[in-house]
């Protein structure tokens, strides 16, 4: 059974550092025919693509917020974090890991439940 | 970046009616494609990808079509749970984007 579930603070200030964990099982973080990725919504907005890892450790950002964003993994914990620096109130949002399977065209199939980040002093 | 852009913003069809959903590229994707539902207060459940493959578990009246920078979801005969927000995705040079999402609610 492939569950993914995501951890971190629910309040962070302006200006500070987002540290977000998201902890899988299910599958292997060394599975070539797939990676895992962020994804964010803001409160009654659409979703908006992040970063994804894949199994190489090699990575890809969003173009817009690549400057603020790192992610990484720890195989031997199940686990992959992403790190978002300089936090502004419009990063409130949900946000989301997901496993992202490479067949046919890649897409997420697995969702986490997710986590509300909210940016506020 | 590739833009998604998709159309309708909001849907409004009856139970039992076909309802049919655009997603346009800004350039092209080839099919690689994915539609998503979300319900409120859930995260997004994938319905196809690969522009034309049904996910684990989808009922057949989800269909997609589509390639490079057209494609479709069609929803052939509306059932009750299916009054959600559908979201289309993209990766190109492994960055995806999202479409803004579609609304279908209950005409």
């Known amino acids: 059974q492939v569950t993914l579930k995501e951890s971190g603070p629910v309040l962070v200030k302006p200006t500070e550092t987002l540290t977000l964990t998201c902890t899988v099982s299910?599958?292997?973080?060394?599975?070539?025919?797939?990676?895992v990725s962020w994804i964010r919504q803001p409160p009654g907005k659409a979703l908006e693509w992040l970063a994804h890892?894949?199994?190489?450790?090699?990575?890809s950002y969003s173009t817009s917020l690549k400057s603020r964003l790192t992610i990484s993994k720890d195989t031997s914990k199940s686990q992959v974090v992403l790190t978002m620096t300089n936090m502004d109130p419009v990063d409130t949002a949900t946000y989301y890991c997901?496993?992202?399977?490479?067949?046919?065209?890649?897409?997420?199939?697995?969702w986490g439940q997710g986590t509300l980040v909210t940016v506020s002093s | 970046e590739i833009v998604m852009t998709q159309s309708p913003a909001t849907l409004s069809v009856s139970p039992g009616e076909r309802a049919t959903l655009s997603c346009r590229a800004s350039?092209?994707?080839?099919?690689?494609l994915a539609w998503y539902q979300q319900k409120p207060g859930q995260a997004p459940r994938l319905l196809i990808y690969?522009?034309?493959t049904r996910a684990t578990g989808i009922p057949a009246r989800f269909s997609g079509s589509g390639s490079g920078t057209e494609f479709t979801l069609t929803i052939s005969s509306l059932q009750s749970e299916d009054f959600a927000v559908y979201y289309c995705?993209?990766?190109?040079?492994?960055?995806?984007?999202f479409g803004q999402g579609t609304k279908v609610e209950i005409k």
């Open positions: 299910g599958f292997s973080l060394n599975n070539a025919r797939m990676g």
């Open positions: 350039q092209s994707v080839n099919s690689n």
């Open positions: 995705q993209q990766y190109n040079n492994w960055r995806g984007t």
């Open positions: 690969g522009a034309s």
């Open positions: 890892i894949f199994s190489n450790d090699e990575k």
């Open positions: 997901a496993r992202t399977l490479y067949s046919y065209g890649p897409s997420e199939d697995y």
